[in-house]
Structures are given as C-alpha cells and as structure tokens.
C-alpha cells in the first residue's frame, strides 16, 4: 500500500472515530424554564372560592329538600319535582327509627333528559340495619346503615359515603326519623366543570395569565383527570409541572401550569476525550505505519543497489588484480622493476579487496547481533601508520599528501582488528571523495583520559543536510545513490558502530573546509 494510501485510510479511520465518539458522548438535557408561580396561584385561590360558595348553595338546596320530604310523603309528585331540578340526585330515602313506621324510596327520575339514569348497580335501597326489611329484600337491592350512627345527632346532617360514585347527604331533623338523598359524583363532578369551564373568574383570560406569567401552557384538569379548559402550548417533552389543587366534597380540581423548557446541551468530556485520544492514535499509528513502510521500501531499494554495487566493488579489485598479474608475467623478464611495480599494485588490490569483505562480513554480524570486539592495550598510532602504509601508493596515485601528528606513546583499550578496520574505511572515503583537496592532516590528541585522532581533507566537505545521515548504513555524501563513486556506504556505519564497541565514539566535527572526522578511544589506565 503506498505512503499516502495509508495516511488516507488511517486518516478516515480517525474521523470517524472522532465523529461517533461526539455523538455518542454528546447529551442533550431539558430543563424547565422558571415561571411566576405567584400569579397562577392567585387564580387556583380564586378556583377554591368558587367551589367553596358552589358547595354552599349546592348543600343548602339539599337541606331544603330534605325538609320538603316529610311534609310530602302522601303526594311525592312536588318532592320529585323539585329533587329532579338538582343536580346528581339519584334516590330520596325517609327512614323512621320506629319498626312500626312505614319507610320511603323515591328513585328521582331526570325530567330534563325524560329517562330514569338509575343504576340498579350503583344505587340501592337504604335500610336500617336489623329494621323491617321484607319489602327490600324482595327487590334485591339493599343498602344497610347502621342506626346507632344517628344516636345523639338529632338537628344536624352531614355525608355518608355509598357505592362507587355515590354518596348520601343525611339530614336528621327530629328523633323520628332521619333523610337520606343519594347522590351521583359523577354527575355533580361533570356538571361542576362545565360551570366552572364558563366561569370567567376561573377560565377567563387564561392566555393573558400564560404570557404575563412566562409558563408555556395552563389547563384546567377535573377529577377524572379531563381537561375543562386551557390556553397555551405545552412543550412536546419534559418539562415541569406544578399543580395548583381546588377540592370540594365532589372531587378535586386542578390548576396545571407547564413550565417552558430550554435545550441544554453537554458532554460527557472523560468518554469524548478518550475518545479522541483513539483517534488520534489511529491516525498516528497511521502515519508511523506509513513512514515504516516508506523506508522499508526505501532500505529495500538501498539493499537492492548495495548488492549492485557491492558486486562491482569486489569485481573491480578482482579484475584489476588478474590484469597486473598478467601484465607482471610478461614484464618479469625483460622489465622486473616494473613488473615488482604490478605486483605492488596486485598487494594494493588484494587489501582493498580484503577490506571490502571486512566490512560485508562486519555489517552482516553486526545486523545478526554477533559483532563482537576484544579489548585489549594497543598503541594506536602504530596502528595508524601500518595502515597508512597500506594505503600509501593509492594516496600518491591521487597525488593527496598525507602528514601525520602523533603524540607521545600512549596506548588505548581497543581491538586492534577493529581498530586497523576503522581507520582503513576513514582512509577509503578520502581517496574516493577527497582527492581533490590533495591533502590529509591526520592530528593525534589526548583530553580527559582520551585519545583523540582528527582525519582532516580538503575535499568538498559534507552538505549540512546530508551530516547525520551518513552514518546511516547504505547513506553517502552525495543525494543520490548512485553518483558516479565506488562504495558500499557501509564504511562510516562500520567504523562508528565498532568505535561505541570500543567505548569510543567517530564524529564528524564542524568544519568550513573539507570534512574532518574525529575517532576517540579511552586511554588504558595503568
């Protein structure tokens, strides 16, 4: 895959990774929006009044009637009459405490819908507990009250809860007797709340009350929990709601006020955070990805060209060593200077080639982890000048004058093989690069328990850019990796690995002409 193909897909990933890590994480909270309470309190105050001044006419017109059943037990017709025009009225009951006493059961027939909406399951006879009950029994339907209830409460009234939905206003004027008119909630709760749903002192300018008090809605809910009346536009989730209750013997109404409601909208940062961070990790995970594979390919090209280039390497020497033999062979007689001339040349080439195969043999073991070096106390400028010898006759070939500093006799803790394998590869990458400066300065130093020699050219030096990289394996001076040069690029790359191996170190030092190479070893201490 190449190098863009994998920021692209690492880069997708990433985004959408991003993306549903903020919706996942994002919240959205409704809240209700403070209103003014007190002005819709006002109206729940005025909705109790009303009920209160309704329950007092309501009660009053029950006590008429039961004063008019006493008097009216013969002809009943006013009696039924006037319990017809009263709402929720379903039976009227003249009970006497007296066994000998003839009772009375009116069912109250509702004149204005000309039917009789008696419930033979809801409503049913009263009766005495223990009293005369041939009558009722016959029927079916009884409703026994116990008449000690009534003991010492001659002169006053009150309600006795009945069946589902009914109720019973009792009226206990004389020691006689006692009245009980049966009574539908139902009826009297849905006729309460139409008269309260046009009642303008209760429903009345309910839109202005919603404005004036900031809620969103305002309604009017009765006891089966129907709606008699509101204004306004109720939020279409959450939301609080306050409620303002009204009761009265029949039920309870209630004034609710929905609160206006606003959008917060949060995150839930731990999670989001987290989130992104994957994200973000894909995305460098990615690009590390990426570069891996950018120089992979890179180094498999580098491989790729080493080999190339490592077959001419050790061709050339070969070659130029079967041609000076040759030639050497058919100089011996008639020329044998020259031909001792050849056959130097032949030892030049053979240790060229000897170093190559160094190097190749040295950067496979130390790829593999088997490298190994044997500290031991050398002299390493006798070192330096064996090896210069070695190259002497190449430098004079590149007319490149060599002088050599050394300083008094010391001796450093290093492999003497490693050693003569690191100033060979510095020396290599002189005749190569630098034979156009015609000049080496090699400086010997000592500084803090240290030996230090400087390999100074006068060559074209090293590009700022290219300074680190060049000890990177296969890396030259040059941009290109084939420039026209002989070389491996492995020789820098050996030379510094086996001086850290040595406890030293080769750097290339600032330098404004040529390049210069310092290789530092640890003194051995006596």
């Given at each position: 895959m190449r190098f863009w193909g994998v920021i692209?897909?690492?880069?997708?990933?990433?985004?959408?990774?991003?993306?549903?890590?903020?919706?996942?994480?994002?919240?959205?909270?409704?809240?209700?929006?403070?209103?003014?309470?007190?002005?819709?309190?006002?109206?729940?105050?005025?909705?109790?009044?009303?009920?209160?001044?309704?329950?007092?006419?309501?009660?009053?017109?029950?006590?008429?009637?039961?004063?008019?059943?006493?008097?009216?037990?013969?002809?009943?017709?006013?009696?039924?009459?006037?319990?017809?025009?009263?709402?929720?009225?379903r039976t009227i009951t003249w009970l006497p405490f007296s066994e000998n006493g003839n009772s009375l059961f009116l069912e109250v027939r509702n004149v204005g819908e000309g039917e009789l909406p008696?419930?033979?399951?809801?409503?049913?006879?009263?009766?005495?507990?223990?009293?005369?009950?041939?009558?009722v029994e016959e029927e079916g339907r009884v409703r026994q009250i116990d008449p000690g209830f009534f003991e010492g409460r001659v002169g006053s009234?009150?309600?006795?809860?009945?069946?589902?939905?009914?109720?019973?206003?009792?009226?206990?004027?004389?020691?006689?007797?006692?009245?009980?008119?049966?009574?539908?909630?139902?009826?009297?709760?849905?006729?309460?709340?139409?008269w309260l749903a046009e009642n303008d002192a209760i429903t009345g300018g309910l839109s202005e009350l919603?404005?004036?008090?900031?809620?969103?809605?305002?309604?009017?809910?009765?006891?089966?929990?129907?709606?008699?009346?509101?204004?306004?536009?109720?939020p279409k989730a959450g939301g609080e709601i306050v409620r303002s209750p009204a009761s009265m013997r029949f039920g309870t109404w209630t004034l609710e006020t929905l609160a206006k409601t606003e959008e917060i909208r949060s995150r839930d940062w731990p999670w989001f955070l987290a989130g992104q961070v994957v994200a973000l990790t894909i995305l460098a995970?990615?690009?590390?990805?990426?570069?891996?594979?950018?120089?992979?390919?890179?180094?498999?090209?580098?491989?790729?060209?080493?080999?190339?280039?490592?077959?001419?390497?050790?061709?050339?020497?070969?070659?130029?060593?079967?041609?000076?033999?040759?030639?050497?062979?058919?100089?011996?007689?008639?020329?044998?200077?020259?031909?001792?001339?050849?056959?130097?040349?032949?030892?030049?080439?053979?240790?060229?080639?000897?170093?190559?195969?160094?190097?190749?043999?040295?950067?496979?073991?130390?790829?593999?982890?088997?490298?190994?070096?044997?500290?031991?106390?050398?002299?390493?400028?006798?070192?330096?000048?064996?090896?210069?010898?070695?190259?002497?006759?190449?430098?004079?070939?590149?007319?490149i004058d060599v002088s050599h500093s050394p300083v008094d006799p010391i001796e450093v803790e290093a492999d003497p093989d490693a050693l003569t394998q690191v100033f060979g590869n510095l020396l290599s990458n002189v005749e190569k690069y630098a034979a156009g400066g015609n000049k080496l300065e090699l400086t010997e130093s000592i500084d803090q328990e240290k030996w230090h020699v400087e390999f100074r050219d006068f060559g074209p030096g090293i590009p700022e850019?290219?300074?680190?990289?060049?000890?990177?394996?296969?890396?030259?001076?040059?941009?290109?990796?084939?420039?026209?040069?002989?070389?491996?690029?492995?020789g820098l790359t050996i030379a510094r690995d086996l001086c850290r191996r040595m406890r030293g170190d080769l750097q290339l030092i600032e330098s404004s002409d040529g390049a210069v190479f310092r290789v530092t070893l640890p003194l051995t201490h006596p």
């Amino acid at each position: 895959m190449r190098f863009w193909g994998v920021i692209g897909a690492g880069l997708l990933l990433a985004l959408s990774m991003g993306l549903i890590t903020s919706v996942l994480t994002g919240r959205t909270e409704v809240r209700s929006v403070p209103f003014q309470h007190d002005l819709v309190e006002e109206r729940a105050l005025a909705l109790q009044r009303e009920l209160d001044r309704l329950y007092l006419r309501y009660e009053d017109r029950l006590t008429a009637l039961s004063a008019m059943v006493s008097s009216s037990r013969q002809n009943t017709f006013a009696l039924e009459s006037t319990a017809a025009r009263l709402v929720g009225v379903r039976t009227i009951t003249w009970l006497p405490f007296s066994e000998n006493g003839n009772s009375l059961f009116l069912e109250v027939r509702n004149v204005g819908e000309g039917e009789l909406p008696y419930d033979p399951e809801r409503f049913a006879r009263p009766v005495f507990s223990g009293g005369s009950a041939g009558s009722v029994e016959e029927e079916g339907r009884v409703r026994q009250i116990d008449p000690g209830f009534f003991e010492g409460r001659v002169g006053s009234g009150g309600w006795l809860p009945g069946g589902v939905g009914e109720l019973f206003r009792w009226v206990h004027p004389r020691p006689e007797y006692v009245v009980l008119i049966g009574l539908d909630q139902r009826s009297v709760g849905r006729v309460t709340g139409e008269w309260l749903a046009e009642n303008d002192a209760i429903t009345g300018g309910l839109s202005e009350l919603v404005k004036r008090s900031g809620a969103a809605a305002i309604r009017l809910v009765g006891p089966d929990n129907s709606v008699i009346a509101e204004a306004g536009v109720p939020p279409k989730a959450g939301g609080e709601i306050v409620r303002s209750p009204a009761s009265m013997r029949f039920g309870t109404w209630t004034l609710e006020t929905l609160a206006k409601t606003e959008e917060i909208r949060s995150r839930d940062w731990p999670w989001f955070l987290a989130g992104q961070v994957v994200a973000l990790t894909i995305l460098a995970g990615a690009v590390f990805l990426a570069i891996a594979l950018r120089r992979a390919n890179r180094v498999a090209r580098q491989r790729v060209s080493f080999v190339n280039r490592a077959s001419h390497e050790l061709r050339t020497p070969i070659t130029n060593m079967m041609l000076n033999v040759d030639l050497a062979r058919e100089m011996i007689d008639d020329d044998p200077d020259g031909a001792e001339g050849r056959l130097e040349r032949v030892s030049d080439e053979a240790g060229r080639l000897s170093r190559l195969v160094d190097n190749l043999l040295t950067f496979s073991r130390s790829e593999n982890g088997t490298e190994k070096v044997h500290l031991v106390s050398v002299a390493p400028s006798r070192i330096l000048i064996d090896v210069l010898d070695q190259f002497g006759m190449s430098l004079r070939d590149r007319k490149i004058d060599v002088s050599h500093s050394p300083v008094d006799p010391i001796e450093v803790e290093a492999d003497p093989d490693a050693l003569t394998q690191v100033f060979g590869n510095l020396l290599s990458n002189v005749e190569k690069y630098a034979a156009g400066g015609n000049k080496l300065e090699l400086t010997e130093s000592i500084d803090q328990e240290k030996w230090h020699v400087e390999f100074r050219d006068f060559g074209p030096g090293i590009p700022e850019r290219r300074r680190e990289k060049i000890f990177e394996p296969f890396q030259r001076s040059g941009d290109a990796i084939n420039e026209g040069v002989s070389g491996t690029g492995l020789g820098l790359t050996i030379a510094r690995d086996l001086c850290r191996r040595m406890r030293g170190d080769l750097q290339l030092i600032e330098s404004s002409d040529g390049a210069v190479f310092r290789v530092t070893l640890p003194l051995t201490h006596p």
